[in-house]
């Protein structure tokens, strides 16, 4: 197995880390390596906003409830961005932009480039021995995420993602197994079998891992998220921001 393979295949989310920043040079290699991502239709429709501002990253900490996104390496928000594609238009070239800007075809087109973009830096950073964590708890408070960067219309914080050198060493959790995420030729609607036999792997990890462990399972842990209601405002912050009205 080659180095790419095994750092991809032994990613674990780290969430706690040494007062170290990160170099310049680690830096420039990880968003040169983000920007190297696939991109449709070579739009680009991502932005990457670096937070080193002590007050916002404490801001932005609180919002999540998580205090690794002010104690890392280095902070990150992914952004769909499709507000630098107007910039050179006209005031008339604009109005005949936005029904195209706004539909459903581009945001999915803008998340998905910030979403290659952002797992291409989090591959580059692990390949460096440095470790990472996605930060999906911006969206608990977006209008506010929105204000403390400053975004224009057309551009909407997505997720973020810290960086830093490890101060703790997790067990890798469990993935589904292949044959509940991969078919041939069409979808397989009734995967029961296998989705309780990863529940048994899942329960195992949770009583055995070192820290946090506990009675649990991954089809308990479904069916709590999505019969309990959470961020319901995002939808309408998603369509004020220009995004998704079409």
């Not at 408070?141 to 551009?155: A, C, F, G, R, S």
């Not at 997720?159 to 101060?167: E, Q, W, Y």
């Not at 041939?184 to 309780?196: F, G, M, R, S, V």
Request: with cysteine.
């Amino acid at each position: 197995m080659n180095e790419t393979l095994e750092t991809i295949l032994n990613h674990k989310s780290i969430r706690k880390f040494k007062d170290i920043p990160l170099t310049g040079e680690q830096l420039n290699t990880i968003i040169a390596s983000a920007q190297q991502a696939s991109t449709s239709s070579y739009m680009m429709a991502y932005s990457i906003i670096g937070v080193t501002d002590e007050t916002k990253k404490a801001q932005l900490a609180e919002i999540t409830g998580q205090s690794y996104v002010k104690d890392n390496g280095h902070l990150m928000i992914f952004c769909a961005d499709l507000h630098r594609h107007t910039l050179h238009a006209t005031e008339d070239q604009y109005e005949e932009m936005v029904e195209n800007l706004e539909n459903s075809e581009h945001f999915l087109v803008a998340a998905i480039d910030a979403a290659l973009a952002a797992q291409n830096a989090a591959i580059a950073a692990e390949s460096m021995g440095l470790g990472i964590c996605y930060i999906g708890s911006i969206r608990n408070q977006l209008n506010k995420v929105d204000e403390i960067l400053d975004l224009p219309k057309h551009v909407l914080p997505l997720f973020g993602m810290v960086f830093g050198t490890p101060d703790a060493e997790p067990d890798k959790k469990p993935r589904l197994p292949k044959e509940a995420v991969y078919f041939e030729n069409t979808y397989q609607k009734d995967h029961k079998e296998k989705l309780a036999a990863f529940d048994e792997t899942i329960a195992a990890y949770y009583a055995g891992r070192q820290t946090n462990n506990r009675s649990d399972s991954w089809t308990d842990q479904m069916l709590r998220r999505f019969t309990k209601p959470i961020r319901m405002d995002v939808t309408g912050i998603v369509k004020k921001k220009g995004f998704n009205k079409q």
